[in-house]
């Protein structure tokens, strides 16, 4: 040990690595002495928001996590694991790559693929589909064009090329993500509970040896994790070198020989290397496993001939996995990882000591135990001062009677179709390869949320991601209840059962108390819904300080907590689809309309007013719609349906017409005013279509329980007419949805 | 009918294919490992999509070099059949096996969607049964699928109906507003003067389960399981 305490480093390191004093202070009190750089490096990388969650995690605690289908609950290994019938499981999580984005969105949203994907195959499970939430400043703005850009391409570059279709997402601009953009990746695995073995993330049997495998240890990204753990501000382009760079074509030979290694049954553990590379995966392993590992880092294959054990340490090179191998089986998993071409060096042994040894050429260079590094055992947790900022009451105060309606509606409901928080995406999806695997069944015929088959079975899995941020900034509580909400609607409309939430929490800066009263409220409303949907939240990841420092003002983005939902379609003939069917159909509305636009995208973008609440919303009304649903469409009673989302009735009509190329003829409410009628946003309303033959069963269904429902109109071959008007021909609006956003790009 | 599907590092539509040829038709199907020189005694191979060596270099460029494509191309000189989807139909080109080449897209961007395909002739196995006036509805996904030919060769594909089917629009019209990657003369695939080698940018093997609400593929499987000639 002395050359260890020779080479002691102090608290001004600490603080230019990252940590507070007083962490300081601990981890000389956990080691018994003052730490070296190697030791201290690895604490700030543990030790940092991304690793250890020491903002967020007495908060995160609180979210439901049991649920009946559940299999492998939060926290218990790389990602959560729900039973979906048949001896399936589905593996899914949902994680964020906001910061090397911003200032690299190429690969850093590439990264942001190739990480999630490989927390789903580390335990076994063979990526099925995976799923994007992306936010971005305004369009017309250069930066925004450039990060759209980038990121599109860089997802779909690596989406691509791994193979795994991308079957879904969405897709907002808002100046509030102007420097900060939000890129959140979903992946969701299959695993057969009878032919597959899961592969845990712990380790386990001293004397095993450890493996590295995959690419090479380079000195990209060399702690990635401190980095997204800090203020984005004008300087943090000198922190590219932070942002890995990602090789989908290592990405697909890991997916493929470490799902034919876990069938040996000879690994005994596996953990990805993400953020902190070998520090977190050794560590994380180890106390898992309640024991420890000696490693030898010189031993760890490196692109560069002259890096330092503590770059080696916290590389964050991609496509890497650390793998705890059964002893005397050595040359198996060798011969799998030679027949795939990829690297497979050991590294170390399992000891049984609660100790990690680093050694470099035969001298230990750094120690430390295993427990007090991470989440749940020795990390930092804190608890954050919260405090209600002052236009949370102020945001109540708007009064609808403050808006004119404007005079020309259909002018207005243009402008709207081509807003780009309306108008279509396919400039990003288009970019992606959302049929790969032919699994995709919402390719020919759109659904709200996606609907993915399970071959060889009757079943199908749904899967939403969903957020509307505006919401949760105006409200965090309810706005957040609406998330878990319209996900779990995404899922009931197009004919699934909701099961389980993976999220991903986008927040500024915990420090500030009015950021952290956000991020607490929000967690409240998550927990009051998912508690209410019986969908457990089985993990995910949190995602401090997106704001962005420009001189001296402060910029945080609308608190985003994306909800990553999975749903079970139980047959496959529930499965309820966008677009009107045939001309004659009638038109009807689940759920009340109200007299209310608020937060609506009609009052932000055509009226300019950013502050009004949340609109209409209670979980009450909401769970009794969606149980309502369920069984209509078990009845087999709905040609179509709908939920009404962004732009309202109006918007939600367009797209069962734009998709089908049918029109609609409706007849709107008196006693709402015109413009709440067709733009708000109240929640909790579903646009059906039934045919005529089947609409006494559906009315006789719908008398049963107290659900609002409403006759619109019905179904024509083209032509949009509300109230007897003519608003022209479907194909008019459709242009315009079309080519909004690729027109200013 | 045996069909052997090749399997290099990075294909990813190596499955869907064999699910398509051993689900959906009930043909007999091997995987034909890209290390391997042996092409247990298939009566046709097919070159699925994906990013083989990860196209790091050119599309198709280093699986034209693999173990396994020595056979293959002597396989296809004496008259077995081969086909090659999307970076199948990028290796073919690159083996030499097919006339022509691809460029990156015109938009520089790769594209995912549905196009319309209008077959080009009946003959050929692939087309045979093909209605050459109507418009099928088959998925592209590349990023390399702009066709590209000299006029000469061009001539020679047109004379010996040698095109397997243009992109077109839902109404089998042949338009520039149509193509969505600028190939030559709107070409979606072609096949060699011997009429065994196939290759085309399009996947049927995409369009050809009934669960995903479009079986327009099947029908260029179906035409060449009726049209083949055993060697």
Redesign the interface.
């Given at each position: 040990m002395s050359e260890i305490a020779a080479t002691a480093s102090g608290v001004e390191t600490a603080k230019e690595l990252g940590l507070l004093a007083e962490e300081y202070q601990k981890i000389v009190e956990i080691l018994g002495r003052e730490p070296n750089f190697n030791e201290l490096s690895i604490y700030s990388v543990m030790w940092s928001e991304h690793c250890s969650y020491k903002n967020s995690i007495v908060w995160l605690k609180t979210l439901p996590k049991d649920g009946p289908h559940m299999l492998v609950k939060a926290g218990e290994e790389n990602a959560g694991l729900v039973d979906i019938g048949d001896g399936l499981a589905c593996a899914f999580k949902i994680e964020s790559h906001n910061h090397p984005s911003a200032l690299e969105p190429y690969q850093g949203a590439a990264t942001g693929v190739g990480g999630i994907n490989r927390d789903i195959f580390t335990m076994g499970a063979r990526p099925i589909a995976q799923l994007n939430s992306l936010r971005f400043g305004k369009l017309e703005s250069k930066r925004t064009q450039w990060l759209l850009k980038g990121v599109t391409k860089g997802i779909g570059d690596y989406g691509n090329a791994f193979g795994i279709p991308t079957v879904g997402g969405e897709v907002y601009f808002d100046a509030c993500y102007e420097q900060n953009p939000l890129v959140n990746a979903f992946s969701a695995g299959i695993l057969n509970m009878e032919t597959d073995k899961m592969i845990s993330a712990k380790s386990g049997g001293p004397g095993n040896p450890v493996f590295i495998i995959g690419s090479f240890t380079g000195k990209d990204g060399i702690a990635g994790a401190a980095f997204a753990s800090k203020d984005l501000t004008e300087a943090s382009a000198e922190d590219i070198p932070s942002v890995q760079v990602g090789d989908p074509f290592q990405e697909k030979l890991l997916l493929e020989a470490t799902l034919e290694l876990a069938k040996t049954g000879a690994i005994v553990g596996m953990q990805d290397m993400g953020a902190a590379g070998i520090t977190c995966s050794t560590s994380e392993m180890s106390a898992a496993g309640d024991l420890g590992m000696r490693i030898h880092l010189d031993k760890v294959p490196t692109r560069q001939a002259d890096m330092k054990p503590w770059e080696i340490l916290l590389s964050e090179s991609q496509e890497r996995m650390l793998a705890v191998v059964e002893k005397g089986r050595e040359a198996e998993v060798k011969a799998i990882f030679d027949k795939w071409d990829l690297s497979c060096e050991q590294i170390g042994e399992v000891i049984a000591e609660d100790n990690l040894e680093y050694y470099w050429h035969g001298e230990l260079c750094a120690q430390t135990p295993a427990q007090p590094l991470v989440l749940g055992g020795g990390a930092p947790v804190y608890y954050r001062e919260h405090r209600e900022p002052a236009y949370f009451k102020q945001y109540k105060e708007f009064d609808i009677n403050s808006i004119i309606v404007p005079s020309d509606l259909q002018a207005t409901a243009k402008k709207l179709m081509a807003h780009p928080n309306i108008a279509s995406k396919r400039f990003v999806y288009n970019q992606y390869d959302s049929m790969v695997g032919t699994v995709n069944m919402s390719t020919n015929n759109p659904t709200d949320a996606s609907i993915v088959n399970i071959k060889g079975t009757n079943r199908a899995l749904a899967m939403t991601v969903d957020c509307n941020s505006r919401y949760v900034h105006v409200d965090p509580k309810v706005g957040t209840m609406i998330a878990v909400s319209e996900a779990a609607r995404n899922i009931v409309v197009s004919g699934g059962v909701p099961s389980a939430v993976t999220n991903c929490l986008n927040f500024g800066n915990p420090y500030e108390p009015e950021v952290y009263w956000q991020f607490v409220n929000a967690i409240k409303g998550m927990s009051e819904a998912c508690t209410k949907f019986e969908t457990p939240v089985t993990g995910g990841n949190v995602s401090f300080y997106n704001q962005t420092v420009i001189k001296d003002s402060t910029e945080p983005v609308f608190p985003t907590p994306t909800i990553g939902m999975i749903g079970i379609v139980e047959d496959k003939k529930h499965i309820t689809s966008i677009p009107f069917k045939s001309k004659g159909d009638l038109i009807y509305m689940l759920g009340e309309n109200r007299n209310d636009i608020s937060s609506s995208q009609y009052l932000v973008n055509i009226h300019g007013v950013e502050n009004s609440s949340a609109p209409y919303f209670s979980l009450e009304e909401e769970y009794t719609l969606q149980e309502q649903l369920k069984m209509t469409i078990r009845k087999g009673l709905l040609a179509s349906a709908h939920d009404v989302t962004e732009g309202g009735l109006f918007v939600a009509l367009m797209e069962k017409s734009m998709s089908s190329g049918l029109g609609f003829d409706i007849t709107s409410d008196s006693a709402i005013r015109s413009d709440a009628y067709l733009f708000g946003e109240s929640q909790s309303r579903v646009v059906v279509s039934v045919n005529p033959e089947n609409e006494d069963a559906f009315i006789d269904l719908m008398m049963l329980n107290g659900v609002e429902f409403d006759l619109l109109g019905h179904v024509t071959k083209g032509a949009v007419r509300i109230d007897d008007v003519s608003w022209g021909d479907v194909a008019d609006y459709k242009e315009i949805y079309d080519t909004a956003i690729e027109m200013q790009l | 009918m045996k069909f052997g599907v090749v399997v290099f590092?990075?294909s990813?539509?190596d499955?869907?294919m064999i699910?398509?040829l051993k689900?959906i038709l009930k043909q007999e199907v091997v995987e034909l490992w890209h290390k391997d020189t042996d092409l247990q005694g298939v009566d046709f191979v097919v070159l699925p999509?994906?990013?083989s060596?990860?196209?790091?270099l050119r599309s198709g460029a280093i699986a034209r070099f693999s173990p396994i494509m020595e056979k293959v191309v002597d396989f296809a000189n004496q008259g077995g059949y081969v086909m090659g989807i999307c970076n199948g139909f990028q290796v073919l080109c690159e083996a030499g096996l097919l006339p022509g080449t691809l460029k990156h897209n015109n938009s520089q961007?790769?594209?995912?969607?549905?196009v319309w395909l209008k077959p080009a002739s009946n003959d050929m196995a692939l087309t045979a049964n093909l209605d050459t006036n109507k418009a099928y509805q088959i998925?592209i996904?590349h990023?390399e699928g702009h066709y590209f030919a000299d006029d000469a060769t061009l001539a020679e594909l047109k004379s010996n109906n040698q095109i397997i089917a243009y992109y077109s629009n839902s109404n089998a019209e042949v338009l520039d507003s149509a193509n969505p990657n600028g190939s030559v003369n709107s070409i979606a695939g072609v096949c060699n003067a011997g009429k065994n080698v196939f290759g085309m940018m399009p996947?049927p093997?995409?369009a050809?389960?009934e669960?995903?609400?479009?079986i327009d593929g099947r029908a260029f499987f179906e035409s060449l399981l009726k049209n083949l000639v055993p060697a």
């Open positions: - | 590092p990075g990813n539509c499955k869907d699910y398509v689900e999509g994906g990013f060596y990860g196209d790091y961007t790769f594209i995912c969607k549905n998925p996904a990023g996947h093997e995409r050809a389960d669960n995903l609400g479009n």
